[in-house]
């Protein structure tokens, strides 16, 4: 079994890993590093070739990639594992790209747009799907910040493959239910012949607070709130169960929950369509710039305090909607006391921090309060991964998505376990293939 | 009325304030300073005489007290409140010491010890005391850290005076009730002509989080412990609610909780005798060191998985419980993967840091798994600050407990909310007087 | 004497006072914030009036002005002191400009392009000026980072008022002369009524070093660069000393230096023709872009190890040459290895910090080898600030140029040396005033 | 040729390296590791046995040494590279101690204390001593902040080994040359097969300042002092360089200096005995705890403001002098305006930084101006190590002396070098090995 670190085993983002069993390969994720996409705001990605965008360190560099592609296979739904697919699958057109419901949804909005011919299968967790003779995978059900993450199991004949990439460990996950603990034990019991393991938040000690937690900080939150004001929460789009919470929190208020925002329609949409969310019946949901400025008028029109906008723009990022209403170019402007809670924490880049002050001092001088880190974190912490690495038990550990600080942390964790670096434990640069 | 900054208004800690109405003088808390004790821990506290203990910054300098002091109000049983009193009151030998229950139940073991000769009168939130014909006091239920903490209201002739240090918003408190909310908004349409008010936490942005969720957090880490392992938390023994959030949740994960510690038995025994709690029926408390000696003993020869020990230490003070269990003198000595919850932050300050960096190095060389921040604040941060505020609209208002930057920023808090500086915000330095 | 805070009394920028004896009132600076002209980037600062300016923060709101304005008076040629001049020194159009000679220079500029009809004046330091019959203005020599910084005495009968801002207390300040120390102990030992200081850089321990210090880490660092290989210096345009050693150091290893960027042209050029600095013979000094170009063009075909670059865009600004340079859209583009160094710190706003950051993290994907910090500050630290209050012995001082964090910490400084807060020492808001 | 990691490989401190070629090894360093002391300080370091210091973390684990030890090299005489050949030769005790001049002087003075059995010899740089017929050492001239340190090279039949642990690359270092740039340049076209390096401040981007400018910074700082007031100056005792600087300046102030301390003794001792140092004339040099008092209670008695005291205590260490003075248990107790200049950083670890925040904050208590950082760092800087990396161009690379983030950054380093991480750059842990 080869192993190859074709993206994220340098920096968070832009994963992609290719395992390669006899002649075949399959291929994990396909991501892209926003974080690099901001540093060239100034070019236009979406004009560059494949080689220019790898060289700028945007989509992982697949020129390394080894053996006959069987399948791309996609953990979950956020940009950094599936935002580079209509680029690179092309190159393996025969390659079916699996992954749970809404992953697979959100690759078929894609395909729809004619920038995508592979197939698309989905793949429920729980049940093994046979690639080829020799390869048959396994989506175990895991928490994280999206719906349907999946952990994956690669069977074959010389062991099983873990790659549990990204995942928190949430016994109260609001939507969905928690990870598949009895499998994960079962699998750790049959033996496990290595494990590759995100390792974004292994700095932070301890371990990652439920969604539960963020449900109560997002409902106190709203119920503290000035109710003749102004109120907008933003919130990343795809964190299905805490658009669940926020609205909710809404209804229990006397507000009528508006979301708004291209991405915000794109995944709440999608969320609706596959039945994991219900938004409240008074609830809307535009993503249409004329649609989003009707909505707008009428909610600054009606009154503002009936309303709660729940909007894109968490991060700041100049063309969201809330950076907008920031600009005071439409209907609704901020009014002094409107409340605005971020339910997200910055994630830490300058040019995030940049834009987050940018927003914030723009929205502070026109007399917004502003409420911060409204939030809980999606990834494993230090001693979650301590609980799954007691649970698996795996022979060989593959450190990715994180920079180096992060990787070794994780060597170190392990090494408390017993696990010896460069015996059992590896760090990978991306390019670089390990054979186990 | 004039209003003496005695101590704490440079500092977090020793808080004194004096409140001069006519000829008579109220003061509020006599608290010392528990970083300049740190500093100067090469020499001995108990030997200082008062002069010194001001001079090296240790208690308040009383020397700016004027009038005929009438009472000494103290609003909650914290040290930095109360720690000075055995040291200041007795040149006030006739005022009466005044607080909540749990407040002067404190004070009376000291006045066992003999330390202290005043008469102490226990008041009830609710409740208005007159002290003179002229002023009249009114303790109003607060949340905070500890129980029966009060905000005070001083009547006067010529107008009310609010008295905020130090507290939070908890809306869900775990023990006792939410903040008085129908009193203080009534005071506030009544009209107050001055607010002190604490800032030891305007620094932060948003809303402190509810007692409630360090519960869950607390029940969430027990929950995911090992069964087969040591599991210690350390807390402030003070913390009465954490406290029975820990016991309780011993008791679901069929732990015996055992509470050991000098200060875990006085506080907790004395929330005992008052009612505040009703520990488990198995729990078991010491605090005589034989007594702590002898149940570890226990506890280490009956199998250490069958209890949670809940013990001093979560600073990393050198002669607390935990600090000593790191020496390995005890029979209780750490083993591989024990567990060691900190429900508490570091207190921001180099020693602790220090104790604390020394205390984790120790116990992670022995093999423990460390889990730190299990915890909410108990202080407000700066929204909760703007809620108090509008509900209030004190006239002036005074920011104490703080260092510079935490009294400026809440200065620019204030300034949001229209107050000017200078006008009707003000900053008093240790030993200055504002009349008002 | 009236001393108004009109700008700089809440922030580093924008800084303006006025200062009022009987009916007429002088003006020291006009200044703009350039942090929030960041913020606002989407807008066009140009197209803003005076009022929109004040209210977003970007210049002084001077509707707080009273008296009869006689006089405006700039102590050096930084924006931050002089960027508002055209914007607002019209509503007092009789009132002339006095500087010294580099800063009225610079201000003539402004008057060429028809921008501003007020008179200005050149007034020499050691020189005093009568403005009206009761007010005389003095320069005393003073040294920052921009040629003839001068430190501002108002003669007055009531006494005399001392405005130092900016400043840095520099013995060897490798161009001009260190600051006139006789005079300064000279004006201490007459009295002073009250000084206006500045606080940048308070919160820094011990003294700054000397610019002296700054010449020979770029010297070191020029010695030891790689004569193979491209190399390019970025400071800051006005800090004509630095310019100075930068080109002297480029001498002594045989590189041509090639000054470039429109603000390069418009101070070093200044610097030349008023004789402070004399360019190395070979230098080149292009502002203009086809020069530029033109310039580029020659460099990369003849050989890029010949020369030694200084330009524009220290602090990542994205219209400055480096961050064009890092688009690779002009003829001198990155090499492997080539060497950049930035003679600057990041001046610490979130902006500043994200724009550097996309320029390095730029400069580094093409293969640059990055210095940085290669620099000293123009600003006095705390002990510095010692200093001067032991020469002036001042009866009341005003902090200003800093945010209430560094305007406190002063606070902290002078109390050291025996002021009292609110009695010597005052703190000001923008739109406050203090009569002493 | 075998090299094993014993200590230095997953931290700063406890340097030790073997290196075996063929059946004969030789062991590089035998260090300790102070923060580990620290940590332990309840425990008495000098009655524990090897392995309970090994495995607390304070001394390398040598068991892990294979092969006959030939010989043990020092190059330089700092604690973490030789504080434990008194723990740890006896065990080879036939193999020469083997250093540079000032370093086999240090290890001398243990010898005659009768710590140490093994022979000593001293090694020139310059010199190459035949170690057995297929091993010889090379000491070459390098530059660190303690006399005669070398760079070593091993010269084998298999190829050279280069150890550059620790340095920085000073070219006017105040005392002493350069480092040898020829030997090093040759060395690099003669071609290396592997180097270790040091990493401890290759997080800090650019190059080290030279020893230069701290003479500078030293100096101007004397100069500016006030005359009247006391003036103390704590620094490492083993940096030489420093001292002459301090004692220089103290003369051209007209200042008599005095060095105070047991290990100020014996390293400003040692340097004067092996001629490294000359004192100025009148300068007063004293260890002994009675020698110290007496001296202490003269220039009280004569006057402080003739005086420069030289003192331990950088660190705030509670037994150094300076901590003792804070004590004010001597004669000499600090005035207000007393100077304290730390020409030295704090060591980043959290017990260093409470031992001095403990003792700063006693010095201003007692109204001592303190001035902090004239200082520059011992060790390469980021680019200084990229320039060592051109001239030695070595096929494998090693890196040493840090901590996992600062390894990792080598390795960073070493990939835009060129470099491969594991097939030409290679991450050891303590007790782990490569063969090359």
């Known amino acids: 079994m080869r192993i190859t670190a074709v993206g994220g085993y340098e920096e968070v983002g832009r994963n992609m890993t290719a395992i390669k069993i006899g002649g075949d390969t399959i291929i994990v994720e396909m991501g892209i590093r926003l974080d690099r996409v901001m540093v060239h705001e100034d070019t236009d990605i979406s004009k560059m070739g494949k080689s220019e965008l790898a060289s700028k360190g945007i989509i992982p560099d697949d020129s390394v990639v080894r053996g006959d592609v ?81 952990m994956l199991v690669v069977h074959t004949k010389e062991g099983k493959l873990v790659y549990a990439n990204d995942f928190k460990l949430d016994d109260t996950p609001v939507i969905g239910e928690p990870p598949d603990y009895r499998r994960i034990k079962e699998l750790g019991s049959e ?38 004001k102004g109120l907008i929460v933003t919130t990343f789009s795809s964190q299905i169960a805490r658009i669940k919470s926020i609205t909710e929190a809404a209804s229990a208020i006397g507000r009528t929950p508006v979301l708004l925002g291209r991405s915000m329609e794109k995944y709440v949409g999608l969320a609706e369509k596959t039945e994991i969310l219900n938004l409240p ?106 609980d799954l690495l007691k649970m698996l038990q795996p022979e060989k550990i593959i450190p990715c998505h994180g920079d180096l600080k992060m ?14 670096f460069n015996r059992d434990i590896f760090l990978l640069r991306n390019g670089q293939s390990v054979t186990t």
């Open 191 to 228: 033996g496990i012949k290595c494990m590759i393991v995100e390792t974004t938040r292994v700095l932070d000690g301890g371990r990652t607070p439920s969604e539960k937690i963020a449900e109560i900080l997002v409902r106190d939150n709203l119920k503290k709130s000035d109710p003749e």
């Open 281 to 386: 019946e008074d609830a809307h949901l535009y993503g249409a710039p004329d649609a989003i400025r009707k909505s707008l008028k009428t909610i600054s029109d009606d009154g503002r305090e009936k309303y709660l906008l729940i909007v894109t723009g968490h991060q700041g990022e100049p063309d969201a909607l809330l950076s907008k209403i920031s600009l005071r170019k439409l209907a609704y402007k901020i009014k002094k006391d409107d409340q605005v809670i971020f339910s997200a924490t910055v994630i830490p880049n300058p040019i995030n921090v940049a834009n987050r002050y940018s927003l914030e001092t723009k929205l502070r001088l026109q007399g917004a309060r502003i409420f911060k880190d409204v939030h809980v974190s999606g990834h494993a912490y230090r001693e979650d991964h301590s």
């Open 407 to 420: 990787l070794t942390s994780y060597v170190e964790l392990a090494e408390d376990h017993g696990y010896q």
């Open 70 to 150: 069987k399948a791309i296979i996609l953990t979950h739904g956020h940009l950094d594992h599936i935002g580079a697919v209509t680029i690179l699958a092309k190159k393996y057109k025969n390659a079916p790209i699996i992954g749970t419901r809404f992953t697979t949804e959100l690759i078929k909005k894609e395909q729809n747009f004619g920038r995508l011919k592979n197939p698309v299968h989905t793949l429920d967790t729980g049940d093994i799907l046979q690639i080829t003779p020799e390869i048959g995978i396994e989506f175990v059900r895991m928490t994280h910040s999206i719906p349907h993450t999946a």
